[in-house]
């Protein structure tokens, strides 16, 4: 199950969708249509919309219902389908969003002119046709309510008391429009509205729509106050002011400019942020990348395992077959190789040996990185084991199969001669190149090292006894952060106790880091790979920098890069800047993890031999592994 959507908003920054009805009109609709009817009308248009904003990247989408009360459906001549309209809604977004993407009920303005002439309408009515669109999407499975765009603070405080009548359990976030200087189109300063949302009952407050990403900066500086407090802030900007051009709508704010302004009202404790009229999935993309979001970790109920004896000197805590075999006297050194997206896996074997030759440790293989399909990372490793005797690292994620199938998968392993395994979680399937792929996750990174150190003590996960036990190297990933390391410290002391006895880092590209790494993780008694990622151009450098979560390349060295203009020198600066790296951390590391870019294993085995001619030791930590197998 996803985790507590508010419990997850207070320790993240949470990237929502954008605009769905102007994306809606760009992909064919004509104006002026309704389109809350196209829940019931044209549902797979608007599965596809919804779709594309989760592979750029949003974790929480809004349904299409944003005009689908009572009021503005009359007006369309269908009043009675209200909750049929709602519950599509909320359908069809909950079946793209799976378990891995918040679904918000979206709750548009009635459409009726406040103040209320008494005369011609009640407040009670009003209030209705908000309990009854509510009522839709809570029965259509939304996570959370979002009553969003409205002008009159007296409105939507009716809709999030009919909210707290309907969905007292569900969460609520509360948005408003402030046009300019932080205030209602009747001069309600934003702190004001801000506090009476949350005195009504809404979790989040915030803003959206409005004239422009600079007039949304000034609202959520306003309700600065409020995040200082403890209450969560929410902002969905325009992309700018439109402009008419022939028949069309243009908003001129650019992805990398809304994204840049993104991150100035997260500064201001914005926890939930996403984009209004004129944004796309190429803004959304541009924001997951420059904010460096990563995808809502799943929580789920895991498999239950007998409880586990504390002490370390138990059978599925010995090193496994691979840290044990590592020889003496020489830094330890892994390359990966990625399983070609074809059948044609002869590039890679024929790498694998070269490296095999030159005096690699191991072969490191993922499985489907990025979610997208690779041939497995099984089949590769035994051949490539097989073919060259060196020792493989299969990469085992959460994503793919559930527990039964992953334990079976591990035991198979083992009988292919397969000695070591790094748990990792595994991308979101949301950006997969597959239709119709969802994530399983029944296991995590945490539940893959309880499973395999279970197997490595001949124990399955229901603890009935497997006959043999399997001889595994568990291994850890470890996305070490020298702005904010402590998180992800405590995240590989628990890998620790679980059993993991090595780690592979996401790449590193300054000593500095290197060392601070190694001695804010010297009381963990495992070996520890630094990444090690080759970049052969500015334009590779800036793409990692830019759009891979957890990939932080150097100024300097992309200064240095974009310094030449041919990509030979290019490619010959930013290599020359790697040897230097390697070797002034071959003295110090416990070992190497070498990235080979764009599977172009050349270029690793080049940092291969060059740290075995110059006989490098390391920290000398893997002896000890080896002296323990």
């Known amino acids: 199950m996803k985790p507590d959507f508010l419990e997850y908003l207070r320790d993240h920054v949470v990237l929502a969708d954008g605009a769905l009805g102007s994306y809606l009109y760009e992909k064919g609709v004509e104006m002026g249509r309704n389109l809350d009817l196209l829940n019931l009308q044209a549902a797979d248009l ?299 896996v002869e590039p890679v074997l024929t790498g694998a040996a070269r490296l095999t030759e030159a005096g690699v440790d191991a072969i490191s293989l993922g499985e489907n990185p990025l979610a997208i399909l690779r041939t497995g990372n099984l089949g590769v490793a035994t051949l490539i084991r097989r073919q060259t005797g060196v020792q493989t690292i299969i990469h085992q994620t959460g994503r793919d199969l559930n527990g039964l199938g992953l334990q079976s998968r591990m035991m198979e392993a083992h009988l292919l001669g397969i000695e070591a395994v790094l748990a990792v979680s595994g991308d979101s399937a949301g950006a997969t190149d597959q239709p119709g792929v969802t994530g399983v996750f029944d296991l995590r990174s945490y539940g893959l090292l309880r499973m395999l150190r279970k197997l490595n003590s001949g124990m399955n996960l229901a603890g009935r006894s497997i006959k043999l036990r399997t001889n595994f190297s568990l291994g850890a ?66 793409f990692l920098h830019n759009e891979v979560p957890g990939i932080s390349v150097p100024g300097e060295l992309r200064r240095r890069l974009a310094a030449y203009d041919e990509v030979a020198d290019q490619r010959k600066a930013a290599l020359e800047y790697t040897r230097e790296l390697v070797e002034d951390i071959g003295g110090m590391a416990d070992g190497l993890y070498l990235i080979s870019p764009l599977n172009k294993w050349d270029i690793a085995l080049e940092f291969v031999r060059q740290v075995r001619e110059s006989n490098r030791q390391g920290s000398g930590r893997a002896d000890a592994f080896a002296a323990a197998g």
């Open 46 to 344: 608007v599965f596809s919309a919804h779709e594309e904003y989760i592979r750029a990247g949003s974790q929480l989408i809004e349904t299409n219902t944003f005009g689908a009360n009572s009021f503005k459906l009359r007006e369309a001549g269908v009043r009675e389908q209200v909750r049929e309209i709602n519950r599509a809604g909320a359908g069809i977004a909950a079946k793209v969003a799976g378990h891995q993407v918040y679904v918000a009920g979206s709750v548009g303005p009635t459409g009726v002119r406040f103040p209320v002439d008494e005369d011609e309408i009640s407040v009670d009515e009003i209030e209705a046709a908000f309990r009854e669109q509510i009522q839709g999407l809570v029965d259509g499975g939304v996570d959370l309510i979002m009553v969003e765009t409205f002008s009159d603070l007296d409105e939507i405080l009716l809709a999030i008391g009919a909210a707290r009548k309907v969905a007292p359990d569900l969460p609520l976030v509360a948005q408003m429009v402030f046009p300019a200087r932080g205030m209602t189109v009747r001069g309600v300063d934003a702190l004001e509205c801000g506090r009476r949302m949350v005195a009504a009952g809404a979790d989040v407050v915030g803003t959206n729509c409005g004239r422009g990403i600079d007039a949304m900066v000034t609202a959520v500086r306003r309700m600065m106050p409020m995040a200082r407090d403890g209450h969560l802030l929410s902002a969905f900007p325009n992309a700018g002011l439109p402009e008419m051009v022939g028949h069309r709508m243009i908003y001129p704010a650019q992805p990398a400019y809304m994204a840049t302004r993104a991150a100035e009202m997260i500064k201001c404790g914005v926890h939930l942020i996403g984009g209004c009229c004129g944004t796309g999935p190429a803004h959304i993309q541009e924001f997951r990348s420059r904010l460096k979001i990563r995808p809502v970790r799943i929580r789920t109920a895991e498999v239950q395992v007998m409880p586990e004896p504390a002490p370390r000197q138990h059978v599925e805590d010995l090193p496994g077959g691979f840290l044990a075999g590592l020889k003496p006297g020489r830094i330890p050194i892994v390359v990966e190789l990625d399983p070609p997206t074809h059948l044609d």
């Open 477 to 542: 990933a470890f996305s070490f952060r020298p702005a904010s390391p402590r998180l992800q410290i405590q995240r590989l002391e628990k890998k620790f106790e679980l059993g993991a006895r090595f780690a592979m880092t996401q790449p590193l590209f300054t000593v500095e880091a290197v060392e601070q790494m190694i001695e804010q993780t010297r009381h963990i008694d495992m070996l520890i790979f630094p990444g090690i990622f080759p970049v052969i151009s500015s334009r590779n450098a800036e």
